[in-house]
């Protein structure tokens, strides 16, 4: 996959998405018929770029997951609205919701105004999936930079038990007490899965290492995984860890049902 560098410099800074995709051979597929257990087992697959970015420039992130587990995976990979970024001087871009400083460290301001405009929005999408008919542990929530920002709130204010969320060189984005007691217990319940990079200029490791705290004081369980010598991007070791995370807490239909 390309990195996103072929992104045009509309700005001074813009968060980056560069993936190291490695040659993998895919196996033939099953030709099993898909029966209506198979189909209680669908899940769902939320994929949030970071700034600057696009959703259909991250979609080859799907061809990793070869596992048959994720045959029935609906994936969706939605690109933020362009609108002004106040970090990059008030140059309009791609953004789920406004950055006030770069590089963001774990004392950044936040713009929680914007950015609950963009957490309903995802709730939207998570509403629908539900309402489709998908067991809301197999609604999965991943994102990177500001795209991990917004998943890590968009998880906790769900006021469900979803399958997890997965943050990739993320940060807390709201510091609020209001905001805090709106987490559900059932939300409290929702794994988390962090990732950074040590090496990361743009969104500091400092920023990503007051994750785990901040959810541990709210009651919430998180996985974190720091990787040497990464800087602000995504790479292969990281994606097959995720596959092989969500891989283990999809809902299956019983076979004695």
Not at 3 to 23: C, D, E, G, H, R
Not at 45 to 67: C, V
Not at 75 to 85: D, E, L, N, R
Not at 171 to 182: A, D, K
């Amino acid at each position: 996959m390309k990195p996103s560098s072929a992104l045009k410099p509309v700005a001074l800074l813009v968060f980056t998405f560069s993936i190291t995709i490695f040659t993998i051979l895919l196996s033939s597929p099953s030709q099993a018929t898909i029966d209506s257990k198979s189909m209680a087992s669908r899940s769902f697959i939320l994929w949030l770029h970071g700034l600057g970015d696009s959703g259909p420039a991250n979609e080859p992130i799907k061809t990793l997951f070869t596992s048959s587990q994720f045959a029935n995976t609906r994936w969706s990979f939605p690109s933020a609205p362009s609108q002004p970024v106040t970090c990059n001087y008030g140059s309009v871009m791609p953004s789920w919701f406004d950055i006030h400083e770069i590089p963001i460290t774990s004392s950044s301001p936040t713009d929680e105004s914007s950015l609950l405009k963009a957490v309903r929005n995802v709730h939207t999408v998570i509403d629908k999936e539900l309402a489709a008919g998908i067991d809301p542990k197999n609604v999965f929530i991943c994102g990177f930079s500001q795209g991990g920002a917004l998943t890590l709130a968009s998880v906790l204010l769900y006021p469900k038990t979803l399958g997890g969320g997965a943050v990739f060189s993320g940060w807390v984005p709201f510091n609020s007490t209001t905001l805090i007691e709106q987490i559900t217990p059932e939300a409290k319940r929702t794994p988390i899965l962090w990732s950074h990079g040590i090496a990361d200029g743009t969104v500091l490791f400092e920023a990503g290492q007051a994750g785990p705290p901040f959810l541990q004081r709210v009651g919430i369980n998180c996985e974190f995984k720091a990787y040497p010598g990464l800087a602000h991007s995504i790479n292969n070791q990281e994606l097959q860890y995720l596959e092989s995370w969500i891989k283990s807490r999809l809902q299956t239909t019983s076979s004695s049902n």
